[in-house]
């Protein structure tokens, strides 16, 4: 009569091989993921009052005007000093593209003869054409701001004119 009562055993989960598992997967998973990196980029809008300040030397306005034929700087404003003309594509089939490493080696020049005129000038005029591509723009002013430079046998970054204000490029045969 007497019916043995078993003891019921408190059911274990086994989750050694999940932990195992997890240990593994979490930082080869960490590893693999693309981190997005944003960064704030402050520009300014073009001075329209007019105010004369310091010498008119300084207050002399470099204009970078991207166009979808190819990049124009001014300086001063209304000075052509290069027209750089897109870059044919080397492959079949890809696009022409802005010369940015002529930009840049256009815009050291500038800023090497401002320092040896001791003229300490930050800021610059970026105007484009309707159509002109917004990864186009960025590279403009990627190139605008900083410029790589070999120092001994590092690349280092060399502050250009960092301060860029937008505006609307004028028309091709218009003046600028």
């Not at 274990?12 to 993921?33: G, R, W």
């Not at 052509?80 to 050291?108: C, N, T, W, Y």
């Amino acid at each position: 009569m007497f019916a043995k009562r078993r003891e019921q055993e408190e059911a274990d989960i086994d989750i050694t091989a999940f932990m195992n598992l997890m240990i593994v997967l979490v930082p080869v998973l960490l590893m693999s993921m693309v981190f997005n990196h944003i960064s704030i980029l402050e520009l300014n809008l073009p001075d329209l009052t007019g105010a004369q300040t310091a010498s008119a030397e300084e207050n002399r306005q470099l204009e970078v005007v991207v166009r979808q034929s190819g990049i124009e700087v001014y300086y001063p404003s209304g000075n052509l000093v290069k027209r750089i003309d897109k870059v044919e594509p080397e492959a079949e089939g890809a696009d022409a593209h802005h010369d940015f490493k002529m930009l840049s080696k256009v815009l050291q020049e500038i800023k090497s003869q401002l320092a040896a005129k001791n003229i300490a000038k930050s800021d610059a005029l970026l105007l484009s054409e309707p159509g002109v591509t917004y990864q186009s723009l960025v590279s403009t002013m990627d190139t605008l701001r900083v410029a790589k430079t070999l120092v001994v046998t590092d690349a280092v970054d060399v502050e250009l004119f960092p301060d860029i204000s937008l505006g609307d490029a004028p028309a091709k045969g218009g003046k600028s």
